[in-house]
């Protein structure tokens, strides 16, 4: 079984950093992409970065010049570094993992952690 665990939330003020950051583990044979998916009250989930094994990014217009995506030294992790933070930002950020198997192509999701921007 595959298991995600974000770490590196928390409550900022407005300007602020907060660098997120989520490994994976357990049986992923392949990893096609990751990513950052967030989540605010009364909204539905959002891709908010993502990038993909050969190393292309992209973006959510909305953080686009704020938020910067990146792979770890270990290929089964990921980072999200959050700078300028709005009271928009405010959401769960969850992990995400396209990856494989010897046979099935999966979508992993991780518990999510939160990040609250307010002053």
């Known amino acids: 079984q595959v298991q995600l665990v974000e770490s590196g939330g928390g409550l900022v003020q407005p300007g602020g950093s907060l660098r997120l950051s989520c490994a994976a583990s357990?049986?992923?044979?392949?990893?096609?992409?990751m990513g950052w998916y967030r989540q605010a009250p009364g909204k539905e989930r959002e891709l908010v970065a993502g990038?993909?094994?050969?190393?292309?990014?992209s973006y959510a217009d909305s953080v686009k010049g704020r938020f910067t995506i990146s792979k770890g030294y270990a290929k089964n992790t990921v980072y999200l570094q959050m700078n300028s933070l709005k009271p928009e930002d405010t959401a769960v950020y969850y992990c995400?993992?396209?990856?494989?198997?010897?046979?099935?192509?999966?979508?992993?999701w991780g518990q999510g952690t939160q990040v609250t921007v307010s002053s």
């Open positions: 990038i993909t094994s050969g190393g292309s990014t």
């Open positions: 995400n993992v396209d990856g494989s198997d010897s046979t099935n192509r999966y979508d992993y």
């Open positions: 357990g049986r992923i044979f392949s990893i096609y992409a």
